[in-house]
């Protein structure tokens, strides 16, 4: 019910736009986050953003470079990231929580997207 799309291969200080479908539910009810997996390592959270707008939250690590938005006619989230590192070459998962908060970690997130795959080269 949630399907990423916009991954790929981009150059170290380029640009992608991930995007994030949702079907099947009041997309404007629910929080909406990024989070990242890099090969052998946890699954981190990368932003969040709740019903408005307004109220988005970053990882330190992406902050200043990454953009999470929400059109909630089209019940679709995105994650604009430009200056892209090496260090972000991970899969790129969307999630979505029914919390009255904006939670910045994996719990509280029910359901998750398949992944898109990030790869920055250098």
């Known amino acids: 019910q949630l399907v990423e799309s916009g991954g790929g291969l981009v150059q170290a200080g380029g640009s992608l736009r991930l995007s994030c479908a949702t079907s099947?539910?009041?997309?404007?009810?629910?929080?909406m986050g990024w989070f990242r997996q890099a090969p052998g390592k946890e699954r981190e959270f990368v932003a969040a953003?709740?019903?408005?707008?307004?109220?988005?939250y970053y990882a330190d690590s992406v902050k200043g470079r990454f953009t999470i938005s929400r059109d909630n006619n089209k019940n679709t989230v995105y994650l604009q990231m430009d200056s892209l590192k090496t260090e972000d070459t991970a899969v790129y998962f969307c999630?979505?929580?029914?919390?009255?908060?904006?939670?910045?970690?994996?719990?509280?997130?029910?359901?998750w997207g398949q992944g898109t795959q990030v790869t920055v080269s250098s």
């Open positions: 953003i709740g019903w408005a707008a307004g109220n988005a």
């Open positions: 099947g539910r009041t997309f404007s009810n629910y929080v």
């Open positions: 999630a979505a929580s029914s919390r009255s908060y904006v939670p910045i970690s994996l719990v509280g997130y029910l359901v």
